[in-house]
């Protein structure tokens, strides 16, 4: 006769084992984004990416500097090698934004060519009128007047708020961590005003950009 079994009597059904189930962290989306030649973008977003810990954005000065096409094309280009660049980790972006300037008094040749080809590209366009600086200025008041790139760089250089300069357009990140929901409200409002898009100056929709961001490192 067999040994009896503790715990093993006639009709008692043996239970499933106790198993963990690992929580699996979902996969992080991956952003590129293609700045114009000019620090004060690059310094914004890198500190930003800084804010953004392990979400994975990389940041890129590409095309010429003052040539919206050229930029488009650059960010186009890297989209495509992506997915078989070591650098790269040979993986895809979720997303690809090209970061551009209107510029004022007189707007950049060829930009509405620029958006229509990161359109048909699928890169996403942030746009500034006149230039990215009034992003920035937004931090910190309501600005509604027309106003040339130059008005608009001289304004933010004599707000001596963030550090900015004209002579070397240095830009102290960690005095514009608290203020984006201030920018973000000013710019919305700076669109409603208007149905003329980027053509209205002063206008800019880099807050959808940065909501983004913010919204996936927290999401």
């Known amino acids: 006769m067999w040994p009896r079994r503790w715990g093993m009597g006639v009709g008692v059904k043996r239970g499933k084992p106790l ?6 962290r979902p996969e992080q989306r991956r952003f590129l984004i293609y700045c ?12 930003l990416r800084a804010d953004l810990r392990t979400l994975p954005v990389s940041i890129c000065l590409g095309g010429e500097h003052g040539e919206p096409q050229s930029l488009v094309r650059a960010a186009i280009e890297h989209k495509e090698r992506a997915p078989h660049s070591p650098q790269d980790r040979r993986t895809a972006y979720d997303e690809v934004w090209c970061v551009i300037d209107v510029e004022a008094p007189i707007p950049h040749d060829g930009l509405d ?3 229509e080809l990161a359109r048909r590209h699928g ?6 009128n006149p230039c990215f600086e009034l992003w920035i200025m937004l931090h910190f008041a309501d600005v509604t007047r027309y106003s040339t790139s130059d008005d608009a760089q ?3 250089e004599k707000l001596g708020t963030c550090g900015y300069s004209l002579s070397r357009k240095h830009l102290a990140y960690d005095s514009l961590r608290e203020g984006f929901g201030q920018a973000r409200e000013r710019a919305e409002a700076l669109r409603r005003r ?3 898009g980027h053509r209205q100056n002063p206008w800019t929709d880099v807050d959808r950009l940065v909501g983004m961001l913010k919204a996936a490192r927290h999401g």
Do not use: N, S
């Open 194 to 196: 208007t149905p003329k």
């Open 19 to 24: 198993t963990r189930t690992k929580g699996v």
């Open 36 to 47: 114009e030649g000019e620090r004060t973008e690059d310094q914004y977003f890198r500190g």
């Open 154 to 156: 001289r304004a933010l």
């Open 123 to 128: 890169v996403e366009v942030a746009l500034t």
């Open 113 to 115: 060519k620029a958006v």
